[in-house]
């Protein structure tokens, strides 16, 4: 008997598989097809064992759809453009796309050691020159359409890496790259009109029925939809200009426990202000260096400046409000100023405190509340009830003090409307997608700028605009500004001298379409009209929870651009039927200290039973997310050659439902590669069995009862739930005495069922057992419904309350008849010794009590 040795059969089969185009896709009118795409990979040099898992998952779907007749399109590409490889290029002194382009050709390598069904005829990368022409030429379509516009904006700018960063990527007020403190800049940029999708975007989360609750929630709270009032204060002796601070307010019920006016550093009044006012530039300068993340805002101190100017409360001219400048308030959101209730917003009671400023409570919880309520202005925290609580309105607008939350906003907003005070406006939170970034190595944006046209749209004959190979990197900002044969152009309208817009875009933007590229990745427009029609939308689409929001956010709102622009046909304005977020794979972090304490890192190889080659003994971390830092990574070219891609294959679907989490452990890939040797020794002695044997039925049976629990598994992504039913499977062969030819049909199918999880395994026993072809072109096997069905039942017999035997009886047999098998087997006849039970108990179908 042969060992399997993966080392030998699993290239044997990958380039089976290649030189027969098996996962190549064809558009076939005739079939069904299905589309399964992966979140594509950043090519930052390996793979990693959390890509095993990423594209395992996807692999197996596209592997049992193939199986079940669809054309199957199963596509990969890379995310190839971004401010990494340009930090790299600077370390190595290394060009970014030969760094890109190293770092693609190594995990493909890779990626082909996984066995996984891919068309490699559709790769691409966002970096090559045919992908982001055809960008190019969507940017211009969009601009024509006016889906794209340039503005000054006020964005955060790393100083060190010389670009803007989205607020996602300041973290704790510094760069995420580059840790210098992040300012706040007001540079022209150009933007995507996301937010008049709003609506749209929004209502349509309802319909993705086969999208995860948590992913549908935080799109929702990204977009923010929100109903409430539009007012201004009246500004008293105010610079020229400013006589007005206009407010959008969710919460109108506060307005009369309002305390003071708050307006960002970035508001045109403060900005008017600071002009004349030192001590005011110089604190609008430190707000300008916070983190812009709604969570640092949070944790920040609170501080303001009071500006000397006061506003006039709209119910009461006599009423005046303090205006401060206030650290926490941004421009992005609202109108950039707010009235402060204290009595009912933390945030704003912290500042009211902290500059003496007054409470006014508005409403105090409702009568029979437990627990004592100290009013806010007493020393109480601010009171927040939970909508739609009933709460007691102390300073109601209806004068119903029994209103609920919405119900006293709803009133608050009449009663302001009758008296000419402002109107109600529905409002979104998601703001417009600011798509430029000063940096080299990304798409650049196909303008120029000229002075007597303006911003002029490059022609399309002329796409794509390249970039330039002969840049350095010496000094500090963006390469393109100092290209002058690059940077200078004639102008495609007059041809007067002008200049290339020198910023490109953002890398959201270049896996905000990809998908729809995969569909014809060859064609001269950005789609094909015949092949987008036939192959979109994604059926399935799986990637990590961390992409939960800009990215599918980005590609929904790219998807309606795209079609408005007739590269989409109207069914795909939504881009992605179903959407599965895989958890992660973890691994225990092993440590030691230095001799000042701190942690030092160890790779997982350099651990043995606790201690390092040297006798050192480690700490242990248990569980957490693979890190680099942390050295808790595996690598998955290591374990192919230990164990083989299908033992990795197997383990990363066996341990954990795919949406939770997967700690890595030898002892599990070892039992994952001892069962995987098992199989292949059971499948080797099938050709030797007796022709003749017993219960060939019962394997059967438990064949078809496989074939069921399995297609289930793989159709509900239950991957590890069709892993543990083929552990029973093999148990039950195992243990089976059928004849040979139940035996072959029965191997073989548990080779069919295996084949999406363990493909190189499951072909060398198919081809080893006669197999008609390649598994991975045979059909998929077909549970016969009436084998499913249970004739029979197996009945435990307890003697005084312990289990001794069993019988297996005909559902419906009669009880008396129950008791006559049941007392006639050997256990029962040795424990009465020739006497008669003192009690007998069946309960039919369940089991049999014997008292002896």
Known sequence: MSRYSAAEIEPKWQSTWEEAGVFTATRDESRPKYYVLEMFPYPSGNLHIGHVRNYTMGDVVARYKLATGHAVLHPMGWDAFGLPAENAAQERKVHPGDWTYANIDNMKSQFARLGLSLDWSREFATCDPEYYGQQQAMFIDFLEKGLVYRKNAVVNWDPVDMTV????????????????PVERRELTQWFFRISDYSEELLDALDRLDEWPEKVKSMQRNWIGKSRGLQFAFSVIDGPEGHDRVEVYTTRPDTLLGASFIGISPDHPLARQLERDDADLAAFNAECRRMGTSEEEMEKAEKKGFDTGLRVRHPFDTGWELPVYVANFILMDYGTGAIFGCPAHDPRDLEFARKYELPVATVFAPAMGEEGTFILPEDGGPAYVPPKPETVRYIKGFAGDEAQTGDQAINAAIAFCEENGVGHGVTKFRLRDWGLSRQRY??????????????????????????????????????????????RDVPCPACGASARRETDTMDTFVDSSWYYARFTSPRAATPTDETDARYWMNVDQYIGGVEHAILHLLYSRFFARAMNECGHLPDTAREPFD???????????????????GR????FPHEVTNGRLADGTEIEVIPSAKMSKSKRNVVDPVAIIERFGADTARWFVLSDSPPDRDVEWTDAGAEAASKFLGRVWRLAQDVPGAPEQ??????????????IHDVTMGIESFGFNTSVARLYA???????????????MQAMRTMAQLM???????????????????????????KADEAMLVDDTVTMPIQINGKRRTEIEV???????????????????QKALAGGEPKKLIVVPGRIVNVVV
């Not at 499977?729 to 035996?743: D, H, L, Q, Y």
């Not at 005909?810 to 029962?828: F, G, N, Q």
């Open 693 to 706: 044997g017993e219960g060939d039925s019962d394997l059967l049976r438990e064949m078809h009862r496989a």
């Open 755 to 781: 084949a999406p999880m363990t493909p190189h395994l499951a072909e060398e026993i198919w081809e080893m057992l006669g197999g008609e072809g390649l598994i991975a072109q045979a059909d998929w096997p």
């Open 810 to 828: 005909p559902k419906d047999m009669d009880k008396t008849e129950i008791e006559s098998l049941a007392l006639a087997t050997d256990a029962v």
């Open 165 to 180: 960063l989205a607020n996602e990527q300041v973290e704790d007020g510094k760069g995420w790259r580059s840790g210098a």
């Open 578 to 596: 179903a959407l599965f977020t895989q958890g992660m794979v973890t691994h225990e972090i092993y440590q030691t200290r230095d001799d000042q």
């Open 441 to 486: 190595w990304g798409c650049p944006i196909p303008v120029v700028h000229c002075d007597s046209c303006g911003v002029v749209p490059e022609k399309k004959e002329n796409l794509p605009v390249e970039l330039p190979r002969d840049i350095d990197f010496d000094q500090p900002g963006n390469p393109l500004d100092r290209h002058p044969t690059w």
């Open 729 to 743: 499977f093999a148990n039950t062969f195992a243990k089976s005495k059928a004849g040979r030819a139940a035996k």
């Open 599 to 602: 942690p030092v890192y160890h």
